[in-house]
């Protein structure tokens, strides 16, 4: 199999993710996880985005299992500039806590919450949307609702936007809960009403 060819065929498409997780899945088929770690760290290297998304995508089939592979996601991909990269960032730190499962996750999913790299963070906030639909967080929606609060009023606007989109899925099944979050929100802070207009959108 070629690597070229499955970069000649994801760099002629400029949207959706589907081809990159087909080209990554044909990779990892082919491939001894040793391998397509190594793969993945060379076309992290690359100029094209795609190429970078396909790495990501690699990197968190693999970092169900091996913390390296984790490590270098946390470390590496979330300093890189575009959001499509970023994106798939998000899709691996779910790949993780699904493969791990969501409760047994909650060590992980608070370390990177507590990051200083808003990028760490939103991988979380937005990998896991929508939270209450995913186990564990479907019975227990205000751990969810807490964890993802948590980072109202960040520095990054990027950010804030996951989390107020994030609070106003759950608010769908669980309007009430989030009612009593955002009543508790001091909106003269405008980091805070930034949030809190996306997050009670659909609060009647």
Request: glycine share 2%; charged share 25%.
């Amino acid at each position: 199999m070629e690597i070229d060819n499955i970069l000649n065929k994801i760099q002629q498409i400029e949207h959706g993710f589907q081809h990159i997780l087909d080209g990554a899945n044909e990779i990892l088929s082919a491939y001894s996880e040793k391998q397509c770690f190594e793969l993945a760290l060379t076309l992290f290297e690359h100029e094209a985005y795609q190429a970078r998304m396909l790495a990501t995508t690699i990197l968190g089939k693999l970092a169900t299992e091996d913390n390296n592979a984790l490590c270098f996601l946390k470390e590496q991909v979330s300093t890189d500039e575009n959001w499509r990269v970023q994106e798939m960032l998000a899709k691996a730190f779910d790949e993780v806590c699904k493969h791990r499962g969501y409760e047994a996750s909650l060590p992980l999913i608070e370390e990177w919450l507590n990051d200083n790299n808003p990028n760490v963070i939103r991988a979380v906030t937005e990998g896991l949307r929508i939270w209450t639909s995913r186990p564990y967080f479907k019975e227990n929606p205000s751990v969810a609702i807490a964890l993802i609060s948590k980072h109202k009023a960040h520095e990054s606007e990027y950010l804030r936007k996951s989390v107020g989109n994030a609070l106003r899925d759950i608010s769908k099944k669980h309007s009430e809960l989030i009612r009593q979050e955002v009543q508790q929100w001091d909106l003269s802070n405008p980091r805070i009403l930034f949030t809190y207009k996306l997050a009670a959108k659909l609060l009647k």
